[in-house]
């Protein structure tokens, strides 16, 4: 998926979208672990969220891909 999308004027490449979308379910999905108590069996947090992020990334890099192809 290359290129990028019209935003009022504004060209935007679809991976910086694709990115602010990720932080939102990343963030969703922090506070989610957070208040369930799995952080305790992170042995690194910090890693652990920016390994999520990536995932997350990935999954909506191909999801995307899929339904635009």
Same mark, same amino acid.
């Given at each position: 998926?290359? +290129?990028? @999308?019209?935003?009022? +004027?504004?060209?935007? /490449? #679809?991976?910086?979208? *694709?990115?602010?979308?990720?932080?939102?379910?990343? #963030?969703?999905?922090? =506070?989610?672990?957070?208040?369930? +108590? @799995?952080? =305790?069996?992170? #042995? %690194? /947090?910090? *890693? @652990?969220?920016?390994?999520?992020?990536?995932?997350?990334?990935?999954?909506? %890099? =191909?999801?995307?891909?899929?339904? *635009?192809?």
């Amino acid at each position: 998926m290359t +290129g990028e @999308f019209d935003l009022e +004027g504004l060209y935007v /490449p #679809w991976l910086m979208a *694709l990115a602010l979308l990720a932080l939102v379910l990343n #963030w969703a999905v922090r =506070r989610l672990l957070a208040t369930t +108590g @799995f952080y =305790r069996w992170v #042995w %690194h /947090p910090a *890693l @652990f969220d920016m390994a999520l992020y990536l995932v997350l990334l990935y999954g909506l %890099h =191909r999801a995307t891909a899929q339904l *635009l192809l």
